[in-house]
């Protein structure tokens, strides 16, 4: 069973302020990653994606790979009120390349 | 361009009846993927179709649950005889081609209440 783990939250943060998501998951054999931002009652939309270990940066966001823990991370600079939302976190599954597996997404709030 | 779409965008239904669920995906992308989202859950894969090869039902919960694409476009989930715990929001998304480095771009949702 593969699995991907984040903090449910709410993680609330100061506007200005860096968030920091995180995310675990079971199969080693995982070859991409991406991040995801939910409103509410919206459909996901991608923030990031990241295939090798290491940090990957676009704009505020900062993906972090380290494939030897298992654990992706999601550094958001200067937080933003309109950042406030559900971020999900996805990774493939090595033996099906399309087949994201989705952990349950951690709550941010930025506070103005 | 247009993005994903998908019809309708509510349905309150009956438990006992069936509904069928229609996504449009991004022309030129060959991957279609229906999810499912509950209440506090996450996403949750159905089923996956790329092209003319066999569709991948691995994620499709039981067999009340159904899914066809014609002519690598447009694709229709059904549920057969809905349950109570069918209740969700069922989520389209298509890609590219399909492949691990693929972007899935997702569509509104249906927003489906069994009663």
């Known amino acids: 069973q593969k699995e991907v783990e984040q903090n449910s939250g709410p993680l609330s943060v100061p506007e200005g302020a860096i968030a920091s998501l995180n995310c675990t998951y079971s199969d080693r054999v995982s070859q991409s990653f991406f991040w995801y931002r939910q409103y509410s009652g919206k459909s996901p939309e991608l923030i990031m994606s990241i295939y090798s270990n290491g940090d990957k940066e676009d704009g505020r966001f900062t993906a972090q790979l380290n494939k030897a823990s298992q654990y992706v991370s999601l550094l958001i600079r200067d937080s933003q009120p309109s950042d406030s939302a559900t971020y999900l976190c996805?990774?493939?599954?090595?033996?099906?390349?399309?087949?994201?597996?989705f952990g349950k997404g951690t709550l941010l709030t930025v506070n103005p | 361009g247009a993005g994903v779409s998908q019809s309708p965008s509510n349905k309150v239904t009956e438990k006992g009846k069936d509904v069928e669920l229609r996504c449009d995906p991004i022309s030129g992308h060959t991957a279609l993927y229906w999810y499912r989202q509950s209440l506090g859950q996450g996403l949750e894969f159905l089923i996956y179709?790329?092209?003319?090869?066999?569709?991948?039902k691995s994620g499709l919960p039981s067999d009340r649950f159904s899914a066809e694409r014609t002519g690598g476009s447009v694709s229709t989930l059904t549920i057969q005889r809905t349950q109570q715990e069918d209740s969700a929001v069922y989520l389209c998304?298509?890609?590219?081609?399909?492949?691990?480095?693929?972007?899935?771009?997702f569509g509104p949702g249906t927003r489906l209440t069994v009663l």
């Open positions: 996805a990774v493939n599954g090595g033996g099906s390349n399309y087949k994201l597996t």
């Open positions: 179709f790329q092209g003319n090869s066999a569709p991948d």
């Open positions: 998304a298509s890609s590219l081609r399909g492949g691990f480095t693929d972007t899935q771009y």
